[in-house]
C-alpha cells in the first residue's frame, strides 16, 4: 500500500494534512471526475452538502463539536454574540461561553471552526464553476449546474464579507500546492462586486419553488439582501418589485407553518437549510441539531421552582426578548416555550423562556432528550424581503408605503380576532427605524442568519444598531441587569469600546490563518 496525503483545503493555506494508507488508484482526481452531467450534479450538491452537514471534526484539524456552517455552528458563534442569546447556566465550552459573552480572541476554536467551513464551501464551489464547463453534455443544463455554484460561492463570500471585513478574492479553485496559498485580502468593494455579479448570474436560473436549492427567486432575494447591507435603498426596491412579480412567494397566514417539517417549501420559503430527521439524539449527518437546544433537557429556574436540568450547556433565549413578543402575536407561542411538564408527575415547571421553532411539531411535554429535527432553518424567507422594503422605503422617505405595508404584515403575524397595533402615519423616520429592526428581530429570533448582521450593519442614520443594542440589555427598564450573561455582554462590549469602537463589528482572523498567511492582516481591535 503506498501512502496517500491527502491535502484539503479550507481556508487561504493547506489548513490539514491526514496521511492515509490506502491505494492512490481509489482516488479521482478534478480532471478525471469532471466527466458526464452526473458528476457535475455532484458536484453542486457537495456544495450544498456543507451548508447544513455534520460531519467529524477530525476532518477540520480540530478536535470540534463537528456542527455545520448554517446549523449550530452561528449559533455557538457570532449568533450567541447577539443579544437574542445567553449561554445555558452550565456550558463548560470556554470557546462558546467567549463568544456569547463578547470576550473572545483570535485563538477561539469555535471563531476557527466558521472560517474553515467559510472557505471550504467558496472552494469547492470555485471547483464546480471551473471544472463543469469541460464537461460534454445538454448546454442549458450545465450552465445551471454553474450557475447553482456561482450563488453558492456568492452566500460563501456575503456571510465572509460580512464576518471579517477584507478577505482574500479566489474565484479560481485551490487544488495544488502549486496554487496561490498566500493570497492578499482584497478590498471589501471588489468583493462585493463579486457577490452581486455571481447572484445576478444565478437569476438565470429557473423561476420555481425550489428552497433547498439556488433558484432565480432566491438569487434576487439574496441581492436585496446585499443591496440593504450596502444601504442601497433603490435596489432594494428594486428587487423587491422583481420577487414579487415573479408570482411565487407571500406570507405566511399561520406563522408555525413555516417551522412545520410536512410542510415544507411553502409560500414564504425562499431558501433553506435543508434536514432530515433522523430520530437520534446525535451523530453525523443532514440533521437539524438545533431541536437539542429546546427544553425541557436545557432551562433557568425561575420563580425559586427547580427544574430537572440535564446539563443546561446550550445557548437559551436572552430572557430580555421575551418581554416583545405579545399574546396577540402568533409568534409569541410559537417561538418561546414558557413551562414544561414532567410525565411522570404531572408536574408543571414554570421556567424562564426557552426557543421552541426547530422540534415544534413533534414535541411533546416532557423532561426527556430532544431528538433531531427535520425542521429546515430558513436562510432568507419572504419576510425579510418584506421588511427589508419597508426599511428602504422608510429610509427613501415614502413614509406612507413603509406603513401601510407594515401593517398588512403584522396584520398576518397576528392572532385571529386579536390584532396587533398598527403603526401611526405621522410616526417620525427614526423611531419607525426602530420600530422595523424590531419586528424583525421578533420574526427571525433565533433564526441566526439576521440578527447579528442586523446589530452591525449601518442602518439608515449611519449607526450600527449594537450600539444601542448590547448597552440597553442591563438597561433598568428594558433589559435585566443582574443577569450574569447580560451584564458579561455590556461590560465588555464598552471595554472594547474604549480602546475600539468597531471591534465587534467584525471578527477576528483566526490566528492560526495569520500565522500561515504572512498576507492577512488582522482586523482592528484584534491585533
Not at 471585513?165 to 482584497?186: C, H, M, R, V, Y
Request: hydrophobic share 35%; aromatic share 12%.
Amino acid at each position: 500500500m503506498k501512502k496517500l496525503i491527502y491535502i484539503l483545503i479550507l481556508t487561504t493555506t493547506i489548513v490539514s494534512c491526514v496521511s492515509l494508507e490506502e491505494d492512490p488508484r481509489s482516488k479521482i482526481s478534478s480532471e478525471n471526475f469532471y466527466k458526464t452531467e452526473s458528476d457535475a450534479s455532484a458536484a453542486v450538491t457537495a456544495v450544498y452538502s456543507k451548508l447544513t452537514h455534520n460531519y467529524t471534526s477530525v476532518a477540520y484539524g480540530l478536535n470540534n463539536s463537528g456542527f455545520p456552517f448554517l446549523n449550530r455552528t452561528p449559533e455557538i458563534t457570532y449568533g450567541s454574540a447577539s443579544d437574542d442569546y445567553v449561554t445555558g447556566p452550565s456550558a463548560p465550552d470556554p470557546d462558546f461561553r467567549a463568544n456569547c459573552g463578547l470576550y473572545t480572541n483570535s485563538s477561539n476554536a469555535k471563531v476557527l471552526e466558521l472560517w474553515r467551513q467559510n472557505w471550504e464551501i467558496i472552494n469547492d464551489a470555485n471547483i464546480a464553476i471551473y471544472h463543469i464547463p469541460k464537461i460534454t453534455g445538454d448546454t442549458a443544463t450545465l450552465n445551471n449546474y454553474v450557475r447553482e455554484a456561482k450563488f453558492l460561492r456568492a452566500l460563501g463570500y456575503f456571510y465572509a464579507v460580512r464576518l471579517w471585513g477584507k478577505i482574500p478574492l479566489l474565484t479560481t479553485p485551490t487544488e495544488s500546492l502549486s496554487d496561490n496559498l498566500t493570497p492578499a485580502q482584497a478590498d471589501t468593494s471588489a468583493i462585493y462586486a463579486q457577490i452581486i455579479k455571481d447572484f445576478t448570474d444565478a437569476t438565470a436560473l429557473p423561476n420555481k419553488r425550489n428552497t433547498y436549492h439556488a433558484t432565480s427567486g432566491a438569487a434576487h432575494a439574496f441581492l436585496l439582501k446585499v443591496a440593504l447591507t450596502r444601504r442601497d435603498w433603490n435596489e432594494v426596491v428594486k428587487q423587491y418589485n422583481i420577487i414579487n412579480g415573479l408570482g411565487l412567494y407571500a406570507v405566511s397566514a399561520n406563522y408555525k407553518d413555516i417551522f412545520d417539517p410536512s410542510k415544507k417549501d411553502k409560500e414564504e420559503h425562499i431558501f433553506d437549510a435543508y434536514f432530515l430527521a433522523d430520530n437520534t439524539t446525535g451523530g453525523l449527518g443532514n440533521t437539524n441539531l438545533m431541536a437539542k437546544d429546546n427544553p425541557p433537557p436545557y432551562g433557568y429556574v425561575k420563580n425559586g421552582v427547580k427544574v430537572n436540568v440535564k446539563g443546561g450547556e446550550n445557548p437559551t433565549a436572552n430572557v430580555t426578548i421575551r418581554q416583545y413578543f405579545k399574546p396577540n402575536d402568533q409568534r409569541t407561542s410559537f417561538t418561546f416555550i414558557d413551562s414544561v411538564k414532567a410525565t411522570s408527575t404531572a408536574t408543571t415547571y414554570i421556567v424562564s423562556a426557552h426557543y421552541n421553532k426547530w422540534n415544534p411539531i413533534t414535541w411533546t411535554p416532557s423532561l426527556t432528550s430532544f431528538q433531531n429535527s427535520g425542521v429546515n432553518i430558513p436562510v432568507i424567507r419572504y419576510a425579510e424581503v418584506v421588511l427589508s422594503y419597508v426599511e428602504a422605503q422608510n429610509e427613501l422617505n415614502n413614509k406612507a408605503e413603509a406603513v401601510t405595508v407594515f401593517n398588512n404584515f403584522r396584520a398576518k403575524r397576528s392572532v385571529t380576532g386579536k390584532p396587533l397595533p398598527k403603526i401611526i402615519s405621522s410616526v417620525d423616520k427614526d423611531n419607525f427605524r426602530d420600530s422595523i429592526f424590531l419586528e424583525r428581530r421578533i420574526d427571525f429570533a433565533s433564526e441566526n442568519s439576521v440578527r447579528w448582521f442586523d446589530l452591525v450593519r449601518q442602518n439608515g442614520s449611519g449607526t450600527s444598531l449594537i450600539y444601542k443594542a448590547i448597552p440597553q440589555l442591563i438597561d433598568p427598564v428594558l433589559g435585566n441587569p443582574t443577569d450574569y450573561w447580560c451584564q458579561t455582554k455590556a461590560a465588555n462590549f464598552a471595554l472594547s469600546l474604549a480602546k475600539n469602537p468597531k471591534k465587534f463589528l467584525l471578527w477576528p482572523i483566526p490566528l492560526t490563518e495569520l500565522q500561515a498567511n504572512p498576507n492577512l492582516v488582522q482586523n482592528p481591535g484584534w491585533e
